[in-house]
């Protein structure tokens, strides 16, 4: 999916299809986040200001590099794993042993939908990690991408966060349903902390 042009992601996105969706896309926001951030941080070594925290940037480089390589495949993985949803919703429901089979495939095809999302969400906050010691090394000519990053990283993870939701809401193991739904809470409430105090920051340098 990510090798398409991105006319071509758009087109698909528009398209009359269950994929990709809003959890492809939420995964494509946070890679074009991740790398915001990336660039920010690579435009920001080297400078006299930052000679002090020369190695805190090569280390959030570093970081950063791995987790847009990391969400990078995650919107076809979400389309894959909705797509099996999709074919189980298919499968033939002639009798009582196909429709018990059909609900069993249906329900596992779920958990599979859910856990791509809660992944990107889990992914999306270590970004806002890895960038968080090296946020004051930013440049006051280049913090509007940064804030920028932020708010595609937070855009990923409202839309993560309401992948999980929705087939949580469609499984019947509701301890696993709820379990999910408690721990992606903490985590967008965690990212909405880091993406507010970047955006806090970036007014303060552009008041």
Do not use: W
């Given at each position: ?119 990107v ?6 970004v806002?990690a ?10 006051k ?44 809470r ?22």
């Amino acid at each position: 999916m990510i090798q398409q042009p991105f006319e071509k992601i758009v087109e698909s996105l528009a398209a009359k299809t269950p994929t990709p969706g809003g959890g492809a896309a939420a995964a494509l926001a946070g890679s074009m986040g991740a790398a915001l951030f990336l660039m920010v941080v690579r435009f920001s070594r080297g400078k006299k200001a930052n000679v002090a925290r020369e190695e805190d940037l090569a280390r959030a480089e570093t970081q950063l590099d791995g987790h847009v390589k990391r969400l990078l495949p995650m919107a076809e993985r979400d389309c894959r794993s909705f797509d099996l949803v999709s074919a189980a919703y298919g499968m033939p429901k002639d009798d009582d042993a196909q429709k018990a089979l059909r609900e069993r495939a249906i329900q596992e095809a779920m958990v599979g939908a859910m856990v791509v999302p809660e992944e990107v969400l889990c992914m999306v906050r270590d970004v806002f990690a890895g960038m968080e010691g090296v946020v004051s090394c930013i440049g006051k000519a280049i913090v509007s991408d940064l804030a920028s990053g932020a708010a595609l990283l937070l855009a990923a993870a409202e839309g993560a966060f309401l992948n999980v939701r929705i087939n949580a809401t469609y499984l019947t193991n509701r301890e696993l349903a709820d379990k999910t739904m408690e721990r992606a809470r903490v985590v967008l409430a965690e990212i909405r902390r880091q993406q507010a105090a970047i955006a806090g920051a970036v007014d303060g340098m552009l008041a």
